[in-house]
């Protein structure tokens, strides 16, 4: 009940441009960087929100205070072009300082020591001081006004895991919890294609209007539908016979319609079998 309330005072403030700071490059290079490290799996969709989180606040402020002062159009341009080159400036350094508050907050695994991300940075040319990381980690956490211990979807599929388990499911846990996780690394890395697939989908046309695109951001950002839609697919392909009373199971606990599930997981199989008919 607790990560439902939260997933759903998240969508009902969802700035326009969420998941921006998604997009697989980046994703892809924190991932990489936090099996770098020895990271646990938490950390690093925890680093990915954080990250996402902290970019879209800072642009938001950083255009706010540049458009306090009304110009024209080429005032405005030139004012976005350095908004960008700063943010690109420091995007590395934000992106190792949120792995680095991430993996502080996981209890089982050493964190990401100055010493350590300095010697990463320097490998990329880079020339920061132990102050400058400090400042950065700062920078982050006053940005998010310290609210950084935030649920991942990791969390989400953990719980329902053990709910549908509590509930009777005779599921192989532990295969179940390894394809799950793997599966939602998978819904990360190819985030755009399979929510373009699950947008023509739902609104049945494959070319949306920008209408129908802005609308669907909530679903794009809607972590409990990404849980059960990676647990679906899981069972789907690790144990097939128990398939329809999970989705049942994950109906009845969540609320979200079969059909919507199915869908779901329709998109990911569909990308990961590159074919139209999983």
């Known amino acids: 009940i607790h990560l439902a309330m939260e997933n759903e005072q998240y969508l009902s403030e969802l700035p326009e441009q969420a998941g921006y700071f998604k997009e697989t490059r980046i994703v892809e290079f924190v991932f990489l960087l936090s099996e770098k490290w020895h990271l646990d799996q938490s950390t690093r969709y925890q680093a990915v929100e954080l990250l996402e989180r902290f970019m879209m606040k800072q642009v938001e402020q950083m255009c706010d205070n540049r458009g306090n002062a009304k110009g024209r159009e080429q005032g405005q341009r030139s004012n976005w072009s350095s908004v960008r080159d700063q943010i690109a400036n420091t995007f590395v350094l934000r992106l190792v300082s949120c792995i680095q508050l991430a993996s502080k907050l996981s209890l089982h695994y050493s964190r990401v020591t100055m010493d350590t991300a300095l010697k990463f940075l320097q490998s990329l040319k880079y020339s920061y001081t132990k102050q400058e990381l400090l400042e950065s980690e700062l920078a982050v956490l006053n940005t998010l006004h310290f609210h950084i211990n935030v649920s991942t979807p990791l969390a989400y599929v953990e719980l329902l895991l053990e709910v549908l388990g509590y509930n009777g499911c005779l599921l192989p846990a532990k295969p179940l919890h390894e394809l799950?996780?793997?599966?939602?690394?998978f819904c990360y890395l190819t985030r755009e294609t399979i929510y373009d697939t699950l947008l023509k989908i739902a609104i049945e046309n494959s070319t949306p209007s920008k209408l129908q695109i802005a609308k669907f951001l909530i679903v794009k950002e809607d972590f409990m539908l990404l849980a059960i839609g990676v647990i679906s697919t899981g069972v789907f392909i690790l144990s097939p016979g128990h398939w329809e009373q999970?989705?049942?199971?994950?109906?009845?606990?969540?609320?979200?319609?079969?059909?919507?599930?199915?869908?779901?997981?329709?998109?990911?199989?569909?990308?990961?079998?590159g074919s139209a008919t999983p």
């Open 180 to 185: 799950c996780v793997q599966l939602l690394d």
């Open 246 to 273: 999970v989705v049942e199971h994950l109906n009845c606990i969540t609320g979200i319609t079969p059909q919507s599930i199915l869908e779901f997981s329709y998109a990911v199989l569909r990308r990961i079998l």
